[in-house]
C-alpha cells in the first residue's frame, strides 16, 4: 500500500513541479496575503509582531483550500479519477498518496512564509525545533482532512464555495493548535508550545484514519 | 397502458403527531407560565436566570440532534438504508435551527451576565459556534447537485467527520481559553432549586417532544418527495414505453 501511496504522492508532485502552479500561483498568493494583513494592521509592528503566529496560520490556511482545491482538479479533468479506479490501487492508498503531496506543497509554501513574517513582520524565532515540528504535524492534519474533503466535493458545480465551508471549521483545532505552539517559538506569550503538539497529532491520526476509511466510498460513488 | 397516479396523503399529520403537537402547545404554555410567574428569580442572575428554561434544552437537543444525523449518516454508508438518510438530513435541519437557539439565547443571556453578546473565553460558546457552521456545511453539501445517492454518500461523510471532530474541537477551544466563564452544568451544580430545576427540565421534555413532532413531519414530507420523484419517474417511463409501441417499436 505504501509503494501505491508513494506512487499516487510522486505523480501530482510531478504534475505540480510541470505546471508550476504552487509556485507561480499558491506562493505569491501566501506572500500578498501576508502583505495585506500588514496594510489592514496599519504597519503596527507591535501589533503584527503579537499576532505574527495567527496571521501565519490564517495565510496556511486560505492556501490549503487553493492546494486541495488544486489536488482536486487534477483528478476531475480528463476523467483521471476513474483511470485511477481502474488502476487497481487501494483508495486508502491513493488518499494517502494524495495527502503526501498537498502536505509537501504546504510544507513548502510554510516555509516560504516563514521568511515572510522574519522579513516582514520582524518576527524573532526562539526555537526552530518546536516551529519545524508544529509545521510538520499541523500540515499531516491539513493536508488529510483537506483531501478527504476535497474529494467530497469533486466534481460539484459550486465545489469552490463549498470547500472552505466544510474545511475550515474542521481545522479550527489546527488553527488554534498551531497558533499557540507558534506564540511560544516566536516568544510572544508564555505558554507551552510543546504540549499543543499533542492535540495537533490527535487531529492528524483522526483524519487520517477517517480520510483511509471513507475515501473508497467517496472516489467510487461520487 | 400508463400507470395510475400515486396517492399521495394532502398532509404530513396524523393523530399521533396531533397529540404529540398539542402536547408541544401545552407543553409550551405551561414553561411560560412556570418560567415568569412562578420560578422565582435567581440572587446572582436576577431575571435572565430565565434564559435557562430555553438555553439547556435548545444545547441539549443540538446534540441529540447531530447525533442522530452521525447515526443515520453511518447507517446510509453501512446498510444504504434510505430511511436513515432521510433521518439524517432531516435531523440536521431540525438540529440547526435548535443550534441557532442555543447561541441566540446564549448571547443575550451573556449580555447582562458578563456585559458583552460574546465571550470568546467560553468554551461551549464557541465550540457550538464551530458546530452550527458545520452543520450549515452538512446542509450545502445536502443541497448539491448529482444524484440522491451520490448526495447522501457526501453528506454522510461530512456528518461523521462533523461528529468525530467536535470532541477535539471542543479540547482544543478548552485549552485555548484556558479558562472558562461558561456556567458549570445548570443540572449537575446543584444550584438550581425547585421550580427553576423542574422548569427547565420541563423544557427538555419540551424540546424533546418538539423535536420528535417536527422530524416525523420532516421525514414525511422528505420520503414523499421520493415517492413523487420515483413516481414521477416510473410513469414517464410507462408513457414512453407506450408510445414506442404505438409507434411501432420505432424510437
Redesign the interface.
Known sequence: MLRDAWLVATKDLQIEWRSRVTFSQVVPFAGLVLVLFGFALDANRPVLLQATSGLFWVTVMFVSTLAVQRSTSIETTDGARRALLLAGIEPAAVFVGKSIAVAVQLFVVEIVLLAGVVVLYSADVEAWGLVFSTCLVATVGIAAAGTLLGALVAGVRARETVLPILLLPVLAPVLIGATRAFDDALGSVAVDGWSWLGLLAGFGVINVVLGALSYGVLLEET | MTNPPIDLPAHTGSRTTRLLGAAVLVGVVTMVLLGFFVAPEDDLMADSVRMIFVHVPSAILTYVALSVTAVGSVMW?WKRSVWWDIVAHSSAEIGVIFCGLTLITGSIWGRPTWNTYWEWGDVRLVTTL?LF??M??YL??RS???DE??VA??AS??G???A??IP??N???E??AERTLHQQSSITDGKLEDWTLFTMFLGIVVWGVFYTWAMTHRFRIAWLERELRDGDLDEAIAARRAEAATSGGAS
Open positions: 454508508l464551530i457552521v458545520l450549515v456545511g450545502a453539501v448539491m447537485d448529482g445517492s451520490a454518500t457526501r461523510v461530512v461523521i467527520i462533523a468525530v471532530n477535539i474541537i479540547r482544543s477551544v485549552w485555548w
